[in-house]
């Protein structure tokens, strides 16, 4: 089965500092890897998503996520956080494209 | 850019009833799928639904749970007899063509039931 983890359920940052999320990831099998955005009263958003083709994946609102596989990770950054990132992070691994194991999800403040 | 609605927004039931949530998922998208996220928990699976029947269900769609596209615009998952733990948020989702296609996840039902 897949799963992954993501550490720390809560990540505070100044607006224009580096936005670091991190997950790892569990697979037998090459999965692929996903992050969804969650803004208050809204539903799930796909930021960007891991298929294979490159390693390094670049999202909408200027997110991005590498793809390593020796450590099992699928880190989300953003080199310069602004206050609209405040919400709910969620990484997320399938052998699909839709039955989705999603991680404990990430909250983000953002201080001016 | 078209969307995924789910009504109601906020649904309170006593245990034991039966109740309905509605989807209406993008025009022309052709699967379908239900996740929920009881609070403080993770997003989970529940179903994915296409050609008319179900496609993969987990654990947790037991008997008490039910899908269905009555017409051609709406999605429904349906709880025969709630049970306390019922209580969570329910998303819908769906795919245009299912593979390599993103999920479009609706606003969610919170489904609260006492």
Redesign the interface.
């Known amino acids: 089965a897949q799963s992954v983890t993501q550490l720390g359920s809560h990540v505070s940052v100044s607006e224009g500092a580096l936005v670091l999320l991190r997950c790892n990831y569990s697979s037998s099998v090459p999965p692929y890897l996903f992050w969804y955005v969650q803004y208050p009263n809204q539903g799930l958003q796909l930021l960007l998503k891991y298929t294979s083709a490159a390693t390094l994946v670049k999202g909408i609102n200027g997110f991005e996520a590498e793809f390593k596989k020796s450590e099992t990770s699928f880190h989300l950054t953003k080199p310069s956080a602004h206050m609209s990132d405040a919400a709910e992070y969620f990484c997320a691994v399938s052998l699909n494209d839709y039955k989705l194991s999603f991680g404990a999800g990430t909250t983000v403040t953002v201080r001016a | 850019e078209p969307e995924?609605t789910q009504t109601p927004s906020h649904q309170v039931t006593q245990m034991g009833q039966e109740v309905i949530l509605r989807c209406v998922p993008i025009s022309n998208h052709l699967?379908f799928?239900w996740?929920r996220q009881i609070l403080g928990?993770?997003?989970?699976?529940l179903v994915?639904f296409y050609n008319n029947e179900i496609s993969?269900k987990s654990e947790i769609f037991d008997d008490q749970f039910s899908v269905e596209r009555p017409d051609g615009s709406n999605f429904t998952l349906k709880i025969r007899s709630t049970k306390l733990e019922d209580s969570a948020m329910y998303?819908c989702?769906s795919?245009g063509t299912?593979?390599?296609?993103?999920?479009h996840?609706?606003?969610?039902t919170r489904l609260t039931v006492t």
């Open positions: 995924v699967y799928y996740y928990q993770k997003v989970e699976f994915s993969e998303f989702a795919t299912g593979g390599n296609s993103p999920l996840f609706g606003n969610g």
